[in-house]
């Protein structure tokens, strides 16, 4: 479904993605893992056309999207639910959500904010209060709701774990399990390794903006080099 080759993205003279490279099957939850500065959120951005990449492949069913704007790549059928939500916190809960469907008919909007409703009821409660005045899951439901109203077939999650409570990012991840059930493709950049590693079923690690590790899920959460990576230490030895 989504295949990127060997990604390269710079923002001047510095380099935020290195040299990435996997592939997302479709119906599969993918993750990429990485600390903070690995090159997950530049990544993510590149797929979603927020990023020019300066070297490097993007391909999407079959054709190359790695130079097209982020309104045509929504409409090929891909939506990122950023990290930090960046909402439009002057207009309202449903306001936000019709922006996320500005690609598609008027015509399917009705059906469309009814769907990101029964998922989210917290936001039907909330869809005439101004989305500053949210608290932050229901601002991490809101941003991921707008994502949806797009209908893609490819949601892209950048860090939805990041600064919410346990409780709240239980809820969120079941919400994910269920988009996924439901056929929903997921490609999931995450800090937290026990969460993404949960949902997953395939991951990349991430390190200084390059792959360094791939493999299955489940043999990926008790990996050496898994916990040498975002520890810094060697199995066994005692943590700082």
Same mark, same amino acid.
């Given at each position: 479904?989504?295949?990127?080759? =060997?990604?390269?993205?710079? !923002?001047?003279?510095?380099?935020?993605?290195?040299?990435?490279?996997?592939?997302? @099957?479709?119906?599969?939850?993918?993750?990429?893992?990485?600390?903070?500065?690995?090159?997950?959120?530049?990544?993510?951005?590149?797929?979603?056309?927020?990023?020019? @990449?300066?070297?490097?492949?993007?391909?999407?069913?079959?054709?190359?999207?790695?130079?097209?704007?982020?309104?045509?790549?929504?409409?090929?059928?891909?939506?990122?639910?950023?990290?930090?939500?960046?909402?439009?916190?002057?207009?309202?809960?449903?306001?936000?959500?019709?922006?996320?469907?500005? @690609?598609?008919? #008027?015509?399917?909007?009705?059906?469309?904010?009814?769907?990101? !409703?029964?998922?989210? @009821?917290?936001?039907?409660?909330?869809?005439?209060?101004?989305?500053?005045?949210?608290?932050?899951?229901?601002?991490?439901?809101?941003?991921?709701?707008?994502?949806?109203?797009?209908?893609?077939?490819?949601?892209?999650?950048?860090?939805?774990?990041?600064?919410?409570?346990?409780?709240?990012?239980?809820?969120?991840?079941?919400?994910? #399990?269920?988009? =996924?059930?439901?056929?929903?493709?997921?490609?999931?950049?995450?800090?937290?390794?026990?969460?993404?590693?949960?949902?997953?079923?395939?991951?990349?690690?991430?390190?200084?903006?390059?792959?360094?590790?791939?493999? #299955?899920?489940?043999?990926?959460? =008790?990996?050496?080099?898994?916990?040498?990576?975002?520890?810094?230490?060697?199995?066994?030895?005692?943590?700082?």
């Amino acid at each position: 479904m989504l295949t990127v080759g =060997h990604l390269e993205v710079r !923002y001047g003279d510095l380099v935020g993605v290195a040299d990435v490279s996997f592939e997302v @099957p479709e119906g599969r939850v993918v993750a990429l893992l990485g600390s903070n500065g690995a090159g997950k959120t530049s990544t993510l951005n590149a797929v979603a056309g927020l990023a020019a @990449p300066s070297r490097g492949t993007i391909t999407w069913n079959g054709a190359r999207i790695d130079r097209l704007g982020a309104t045509a790549i929504v409409r090929r059928g891909l939506a990122l639910s950023p990290e930090g939500w960046r909402l439009f916190t002057k207009q309202t809960v449903e306001q936000n959500l019709r922006l996320g469907a500005v @690609p598609l008919p #008027r015509t399917r909007v009705p059906a469309l904010l009814d769907r990101v !409703y029964t998922l989210f @009821p917290r936001l039907r409660e909330r869809a005439r209060q101004r989305a500053g005045t949210l608290s932050g899951g229901e601002r991490q439901m809101l941003a991921l709701g707008r994502a949806l109203m797009s209908d893609p077939k490819l949601l892209l999650l950048d860090e939805p774990s990041l600064g919410l409570a346990p409780t709240v990012v239980e809820a969120l991840y079941e919400t994910l #399990r269920r988009l =996924h059930d439901e056929g929903l493709t997921l490609l999931l950049a995450e800090q937290s390794v026990p969460l993404a590693l949960e949902i997953a079923d395939y991951a990349y690690v991430l390190q200084t903006g390059r792959t360094v590790l791939e493999g #299955r899920a489940a043999d990926l959460r =008790h990996d050496p080099q898994v916990e040498r990576i975002y520890l810094g230490i060697e199995r066994g030895a005692a943590a700082p």
